[in-house]
């Protein structure tokens, strides 16, 4: 089994290249050599195999100078290259803040070794029923509410959370509550095109302020089936924030705290006490999201872990823009094995019936106590969660 300390080859190399974007002197270079990290972090084999198949410059973005570099990192373990360009560059000290950011993210092979394994008794593909964090073009989407109806269809799925963004944040395309209005109006005409077996869920992310508080009003909130509540603000400070995000999970009506630090590959996002953060979460029955999408991979799996030890529920998402990112989903579910995650305890592998029943009562106020809905089922048996 591939655990949470061995080496992820594709992330290293990634990180080497970023390194020497970093202090390259060529804005050119520094374009090609970010982009070449990217290629191989999207890889859906480790760098070797390519490499030893003869196929490594085939991949797009990869040419001789990366292929160099990777050959070198095969050898060596390290490459002595970049570790000459960033002695030489005065900027030994911005490489090491930058890959003290770079902690536990996977990249797609990794993450696609994870799914193959066995791993009983922990949530696996085989349980994943629906995504709880897309966008679509009521936002900052790229596609239809119908395009990514299909697109999730097409992986299996029984349901949609569509979570486009709510009013406060209108950087991202926030819509107004009467966009929301014509929103669900478009669901509610699609869903009853789809019938019985898939469903769009009526989702928001709203951004949760510096204060702890919604964009939106407890009303508005019971406008919507699935709230996820989100940081986009103060992400880059270092002051503690434990306040802001015990006050977030105890807001009425919050089902999901999503990609609760707001990081990044390049940003470290909130500071917290997030064992804290957890119990709270844990006692107000709000699921904690490990977030898919390749650049952001929070909370990671050493993160979760704690999150799992405190008793909470999960989200295991994409924050797909588009239908081919919902792929991101398999990240997601990778960071929950190597946590020991078990299917029960994730939200997204319940029937859509019990789905809804949770989050309406959580959204009635009635929700308090970690225990599963009584007709929680994953792959056809009845399962109790933990207490």
């Known amino acids: 089994m591939l655990d949470a300390g061995q080496d992820d080859l594709n992330t290293r190399i990634a990180g080497f290249l970023r390194d020497l974007a970093l202090v390259h002197a060529s804005p050119h270079a520094r374009y090609a050599y970010k982009r070449a990290a990217r290629a191989i972090l999207a890889l859906e084999q480790s760098a070797d195999e390519r490499v030893r198949a003869g196929t490594l410059r085939d991949v797009p973005y990869i040419g001789p100078a990366t292929e160099r570099l990777v050959l070198e990192i095969l050898e060596h373990g390290t490459s002595p290259t970049v570790e000459r360009a960033i002695a030489g560059s005065g900027g030994a000290e911005a490489v090491e803040a930058a890959r003290a950011l770079r902690t536990h993210f996977l990249s797609r092979a990794a993450a696609l070794a994870i799914l193959r394994r066995p791993m009983p008794g922990v949530v696996g593909l085989e349980h994943y029923r629906g995504d709880l964090q897309t966008h679509s073009e009521w936002s900052d989407g790229s596609a239809s509410l ?25 950087i991202a395309g926030g819509m107004s509550m009467e966009e929301v209005a014509r929103q669900h109006r478009a669901i509610d005409r699609l869903n009853r095109r789809l019938g019985a077996c898939f469903r769009i869920l009526k989702g928001i992310e709203a951004n949760l302020r510096a204060d702890g508080g919604l964009d939106l009003s407890l009303d508005e909130r019971r406008r919507f089936e699935i709230v996820l509540a989100a940081p986009h603000s103060i992400l880059r400070r270092t002051e503690d924030q434990t306040a802001r995000m015990v006050a977030g999970v105890r807001e009425p009506g919050v089902h999901v705290l999503a990609h609760p630090r707001g990081r990044l590959v390049t940003r470290r996002g909130v500071s917290a006490n997030w064992d804290a953060v957890f119990e709270e979460a844990a006692r107000h029955d709000v699921a904690i999201e490990i977030d898919g999408d390749p650049w952001r991979q929070d909370v990671d799996h050493a993160l979760a872990r704690r999150a799992l030890a405190a008793g909470c529920r999960f989200a295991l998402d994409s924050d797909a823009h588009s239908g081919r990112e919902l792929m991101y989903s398999e990240c997601a579910i990778a960071h929950a094995r190597l946590a020991g995650i078990p299917p029960e305890r994730v939200i997204n592998c319940w029937s859509t019936g019990d789905l809804l029943a949770w989050a309406a009562a959580r959204t009635a106020g009635s929700a308090g106590s970690p ?5 929680n089922r994953v792959d056809g048996t009845t399962r109790t969660a933990p207490e």
């Open 371 to 375: 225990a599963a809905p009584g007709n």
């Open 146 to 170: 119908s395009a990514m109806a299909r697109a999730a269809m097409a992986r299996g799925h029984r349901f949609l959370g569509v979570s486009d963004h709510s009013h406060g944040l209108r």
